[in-house]
């Protein structure tokens, strides 16, 4: 990764810490789920409102690292107006993004700021932090 790409990767993330979108107890939930990762400590929870198949709204409150809020609020705005099958795909390529056995090459203009997430990838410890937000919306989906 060339040092001009990591450091907009960097710049990405801090922006979503220091703003996080969607941020917040959403009253009138369909669905919600609290998720822990102890490595880091990081505390997280999401909430959604789903109507039929569609993600109407999603907000998440969170007592976390930079990587777990940054990675939470990128994904409210993923997943708002999503379809769930929509999600289930932006789950997976996030995982993927963040998985260290493919040599997967993100990219900004497909990706949009998720991409960002693959910079983590250099930080096995905090994988997780990037993964819990994703891991938390589908229990709360899941119930
Ligand atoms: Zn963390």
């Known amino acids: 990764m060339s040092e001009d790409l990591h450091n907009l990767y960097q710049d990405i993330i801090l922006d979503h810490n ?3 979108r969607h941020y ?3 009253t009138d939930y369909t669905h919600t789920a609290e998720g822990y990762n102890p490595l880091c400590g ?3 929870t999401v909430f959604l409102i789903v109507e039929d198949t569609l993600i109407e709204a999603i907000q998440f409150e ?3 690292c930079a990587i777990c809020k940054s990675s939470a609020s990128m994904m409210t705005e ?3 107006g999503k379809t769930l099958d929509e999600a289930e795909s932006a789950c997976q390529r996030v995982a993927e993004l963040l998985s260290m056995d493919m040599d997967l090459t993100a990219d ?4 949009g700021e998720i991409a960002a997430l693959a910079g983590v990838r250099k930080f096995a410890a905090r994988i997780k ?3 819990l937000p994703w891991h938390t919306y589908r229990s709360a989906l899941d119930g």
């Open 18 to 20: 220091k703003r996080p």
């Open 24 to 26: 917040g107890v959403l």
């Open 42 to 44: 990081d505390k997280i």
């Open 62 to 64: 969170a007592a976390c």
């Open 78 to 80: 993923v997943l708002t």
């Open 108 to 111: 900004l203009s497909k990706d």
């Open 129 to 131: 932090c990037a993964t």
